[in-house]
Nanobody, 126 residues
Framework: VQLQASGGGLVQAGGSLRLSCAAS????????MGWFRQAPGKERGFVAG????????NYADSVKGRVTISRDNAKKTVFLQMNSLKPDDAAVYYC????????????????????WGQGTEVTVSS
């Protein structure tokens, strides 16, 4: 299983980035997908998640209204559109996956995800 995250970079505060995570080696449409982030000295925390059918999503309070998660099951890719970025959003962003039999399973705990990508770094300048 491979999850290849991309799209990170340096952006000014108030700017936007779109992260992508391409999956291989698993049946993507059976996976709930999540994005997590980890800033230096902090634990890896939940950012957003999306059900296997893409019909439901949830977000950390810190990003609600600024971030949108989406997926394309045909392309086996999950996206994270981030707008109005703040310096506090700077972190390494990781995508995660878990195979599930439920259309509506939407975990927020990192221990509930079994597969992880390598991370893509987001830097926000003030």
């Amino acid at each position: 299983v491979q999850l290849q995250a991309s799209g990170g970079g340096l952006v000014q505060a108030g700017g936007s980035l779109r992260l992508s995570c391409a999956a291989s080696g698993l049946t993507f449409s059976t996976c709930v997908m999540g994005w997590f982030r980890q800033a230096p000295g902090k634990e890896r925390g939940f950012v957003a998640g999306i059900t296997r059918n893409g019909e439901r999503s949830n977000y950390a309070d810190s990003v609600k209204g600024r971030v949108t998660i989406s997926r394309d099951n045909a392309k086996k890719t999950v996206f994270l559109q981030m707008n109005s970025l703040k310096p506090d959003d700077a972190a390494v962003y990781y995508c995660a996956a878990r195979v599930t039999g439920s259309m509506w399973f939407l975990p927020t705990n990192r221990d509930e995800y079994f597969y992880w990508g390598q991370g893509t770094e987001v830097t926000v300048s003030s």
